[in-house]
């Protein structure tokens, strides 16, 4: 048994206690192995538990800090980290969370993990997720539900529900989600952990599973906001194997402790009256925005007129693009193959019936007619006509403030089975879609819980392109005022769900 409590440690806790002699890697390690095994019993969110790994990689930290070298370890030696199932690793399944993938075997490893474990981090697993992304529930995973750590009848959010769960219930202090709607922000947002959807061509998405290409970011989870600015120092930087990759050399710890005096706090009136709005989350949004006031932020009122398009545009978009980038899965090269078919057409038809779930079929169908012949120019174009007003929208915006504050969820995490309508669903995202339509920053930052359903609340940050600092900065001064992200109460210290 561990003589340190493991869930409440941060980044910055585990170097120091590796400095200080207080525990190596592997005891590090074990003690994550340890909780995983007693938590996710609950909650679902891991796909593949990689113990071997990352016992190898904590032994590697334990050796270099043997010799003295601590100093030249990256910036997350000897913190365990986790992967949604979207991100290709050397030597695990990355299965999409779908049964067309289920027994695929990673090739080669996405930089965006390469680059974790390289800032020495250890391994721990793939994590749980709406089947293909496609999802705000992780309820399409076709290998069960992931659940919520603050109440287990409750989703964790999705895409990325996995990613997020694990997070909250102290498994791991850091994970990646991928977001190409919301799917960081929201399940963050639900089980009241930081989550940061960086710039797109902030972080490669080479060996990242594709959903959405012009939509798609990789971002870290994380219990508090530096924990997440420093893994997003390690997950940042041109990489030449994906053309949208731009250099970055920010130090997103910099600014952390500057406060918010002299900033401009946009915010979006027609966000904050939009229907479906919960009244306790309106009010915690409210709430901080008053909180930045009285920091020293001046509150400034900003316009984005197209921001009600952005769902249209969204779901024109992101289908069409999810068509393009499944149509690979073909039975042939790789992926579920049904056989005993006389002809190719037939084992076509049959291993992608069998292989993907109800939601990846209604989005592959969708895609399939929006680009249709005679269909193209009525949608497909006009939609990305409206994703250049929206690009235009938050352009203005910018010239007026440093930072937008928005709700980044209408509501608070609902019972399983309580959404079955899609469209419903879909509105789950209403306030993250419009900034993956126009490439920006987001991330999702808690606000403690709300009055009423006593679940996590949280606000979303959105800044300038390539501005990123901006958001961690008004970030860190609301963890100031709310506090860091805690445990549920059935996962606190010395509990895991018990």
């Known amino acids: 048994m561990a003589s340190f409590d493991y869930s409440a440690l941060t980044v910055d806790g585990i170097r120091a206690g590796l400095a200080a002699g207080d525990f190596s890697a592997r005891e590090i390690a074990e003690a994550a192995l340890a909780r995983i095994e007693a938590a996710d019993a609950k909650v679902n969110a891991f796909l593949q538990l990689i113990p071997d790994a990352a016992l190898a990689a904590a032994d590697a930290v334990d050796a270099a800090v043997a010799a003295g070298k601590l100093n030249e370890l990256g910036p997350l030696a000897g913190v365990p980290v986790g992967f949604k199932d979207n991100m290709n690793l050397l030597g695990t399944r990355t299965t999409c969370g779908s049964h067309m993938l289920e027994n695929y075997e990673s090739m080669y490893t996405a930089t965006c993990v390469q680059r974790l474990l390289d800032a020495g981090g250890l391994p721990m697993g793939k994590l749980n997720m709406d089947e293909f992304a496609f999802g705000s529930s992780t309820e399409t995973s076709a290998f069960g539900t992931t659940k919520n750590p603050w109440d287990l009848e409750r989703v964790p959010g999705g895409s990325s529900g996995g990613s997020a769960a694990a997070v909250a219930a102290g498994m791991l202090p850091i994970t990646l989600g ?86 401009r706090i946009g915010v979006v009136p027609e966000f904050m009256t939009a229907q479906g709005l919960e009244p306790e989350v309106g009010e915690a949004v409210l709430d901080a925005i008053q909180k930045l006031a009285s920091a020293g932020a001046e509150i400034v009122e900003v316009d984005l007129p197209n921001a009600a398009a952005a769902m249209s545009a969204y779901y024109v978009i992101g289908p069409s693009e999810a068509f393009s980038n499944l149509s690979r899965f073909d039975s042939v090269r790789y992926g579920l193959c049904d056989p005993g078919h006389a002809d190719l057409g037939s084992q076509y038809e049959a291993s992608r019936s069998r292989g993907f779930g109800p939601e990846a079929r209604r989005r592959i169908m969708l895609g399939s007619y929006l680009l249709s012949a005679g269909v193209y120019d009525t949608y497909y174009y006009p939609a990305q006509q409206v994703r250049t007003l929206i690009t235009d929208d938050y352009r203005m915006a910018f010239g007026e403030c440093d930072c937008i504050l928005a709700p980044a969820s209408p509501r608070t995490a609902f019972k399983f089975g309580e959404i079955t309508d899609p469209t419903t ?52 001064a609301l963890e100031r005022e709310y506090g860091a992200a805690e445990l549920p109460p059935a996962f606190a210290s010395g509990r895991a769900g018990e």
């Open 178 to 263: 991928s977001d190409t709607g919301g799917s960081i922000r929201q399940p963050a947002s639900f089980c009241g952990v930081v989550g940061v959807k960086p710039t797109y061509g902030l972080v490669s998405r080479y060996g990242v599973v594709a959903f959405g290409s012009s939509l798609d970011q990789v971002g870290p989870f994380a219990r508090t906001v530096r924990d997440a600015a420093l893994a997003m120092n390690a997950l940042v930087g041109h990489d030449p194997l994906d053309c949208t990759s731009q250099p970055c050399t920010t130090d997103f710890t910099a600014n952390l402790e500057q406060g918010v005096e002299g900033m």
């Open 425 to 476: 669903m879909h509105l789950s995202d209403i306030f993250t879609i419009s900034i993956n339509i126009a490439g920006n920053g987001g991330m999702s930052v808690p606000l403690g819980l709300g009055k009423d359903s006593k679940l996590p609340v949280s606000a979303q940050l959105i800044c300038p392109w390539f501005q990123d600092e901006n958001m961690l900065r008004v970030a860190a």
